[in-house]
């Protein structure tokens, strides 16, 4: 049997570890063939990018679309965006030979792709070379470039764009985002995927009436993964390395981490990793011990970052507490002032800290991180109530 892990946490993951996401799956699918843009907005670690991963690589065989990926994560100024965009979509509709380069190049004018030749063989990269003299002019044919492809490939081309937030970090970004929108909007060719990991910043480009990119496309909330998928995909993974987890259990693991898509791998990899045979309420309490550890440097990191009136306000939520800015709330957690109180309320949900989840009702987005702040600043017995729930049917 395989010893190998069979979760996977904290990266992008392949089909073998991918579950559930059809309805999300089809959608996207279906937009992409019909040339439709997308957006996907969740918090952090609810599975966007291998989403993406998992429709895109269904589409590659399919030689009648061209897959560009792009991922804004080190991008800062426009020019780069700009050189990443053109270098990425001459890259995937290359076919690195000089005649294609010949072609392509009698419709540019201020950007120029050339082979580049090397040990590994004749035509082995290609690359661009951008003439900034006329910044405008070069802009503007860089940001047609995957329309001008796909009219001179026959192909349609699909183009993922992950943190794509982090425009908005850009000197003039609102100018550039009116740009970007002017051209894109033209591209009957071309679908658009794009998506990031900071909702807030997400929901700000894509659901104000007023910016640029407001009713671009569809936008796709991406929610958690029901416990019915997450069940039988538990206890296959389990058994296919010669453990066997019941599906009481694997509710359980659900329960602990709330649906989190990342939390409950990692948790699961933990409960698995040491353990043999079948799964004993033993294994599932040392296994979130050390889940928890595991994650102690990393919520240390969210933790020093908070301010004394936000670590107050999420004890004032744990503690279920729904009035947040009133004077009793206020008072009793020691929050300052009602203005204080919901700039910090704020500053949390701007982080995907916390969310609104009904009227006057918050929790923590991370259940991993709620576990860790009962355990360390409540000084609640976590372990001991999270065993409890094995007990439970």
């Not at 065989?61 to 897959?67: A, E, G, H, I, L």
């Not at 800062?76 to 509709?93: D, P, V, Y």
């Not at 970090?169 to 033209?186: N, P």
């Not at 004032?316 to 910090?344: F, H, P, Q, V, W």
């Amino acid at each position: 049997m395989d010893s190998i892990s069979p979760f996977q946490f904290g990266q992008v993951v392949n089909k073998k570890y991918f579950t559930d996401r059809e309805t999300e799956s089809k959608i996207l699918k279906d937009n992409i063939l019909a040339a439709n843009n997308t957006i996907l907005i969740s918090p952090r670690r609810f599975g966007k990018s291998s989403l993406v991963k998992q429709v895109l690589d269904g589409l590659q065989p399919n030689k009648d679309y061209v897959t560009v990926r792009l991922d804004l994560t080190t991008s800062r100024t426009e020019n780069s965006f700009l050189e990443n965009f053109g270098q990425k979509i001459i890259e995937a509709n290359s076919d690195r030979t000089s005649r294609w380069i010949k072609k392509i190049s009698e419709n540019l004018k201020y950007i120029i792709p050339m082979v580049s030749y090397g040990t590994g063989g004749p035509g082995e990269t290609v690359s661009l070379s951008f003439n900034w003299v006329d910044r405008r002019k070069t802009r503007e044919e860089i940001l047609k470039l995957p329309q001008l492809m796909a009219e001179q490939t026959g192909k349609k081309q699909i183009v993922s764009i992950d943190e794509f937030q982090n425009i908005q970090k850009y000197q003039g970004s609102l100018d550039f985002q009116s740009e970007l929108r002017a051209h894109w909007q033209h591209h009957n060719h071309v679908a658009y995927v794009l998506f990031g990991s900071k909702r807030h910043m997400m929901e700000s480009i894509f659901s104000d009436r007023s910016a640029p990119f407001y009713n671009f496309g569809q936008v796709m909330k991406i929610g958690k993964i029901a416990e019915k998928h997450w069940v039988p995909f538990l206890t296959k993974k389990f058994s296919a390395t010669a453990k066997k987890i019941s599906s009481q259990y694997a509710k359980v693991i659900c329960r602990w981490m709330n649906q989190h898509p990342e939390s409950i791998q990692f948790c699961a990899h933990m409960i698995w990793s040491d353990a043999s045979g079948q799964i004993t309420d033993q294994h599932m309490v040392q296994g979130l011990t050390r889940f928890l550890n595991a994650t102690q440097i990393h919520f240390l990191d969210i933790f020093d970052d908070l301010s004394n009136i936000q670590i107050n306000l999420i004890k004032a939520i744990l503690s279920g507490e729904e009035k947040l800015t009133s004077k009793a709330t206020i008072e009793k957690y020691e929050l300052g002032t009602s203005a204080g109180a919901i700039k910090a309320r704020t500053s949390l949900r701007n982080g995907d800290i916390i969310e609104n989840v009904s009227e006057g009702n918050y929790q923590l987005i991370n259940p991993s991180f709620e576990l860790w702040f009962r355990k360390k600043v409540t000084q609640e017995d976590v372990i001991e109530k999270c065993r409890q729930d094995l007990f439970v049917s």
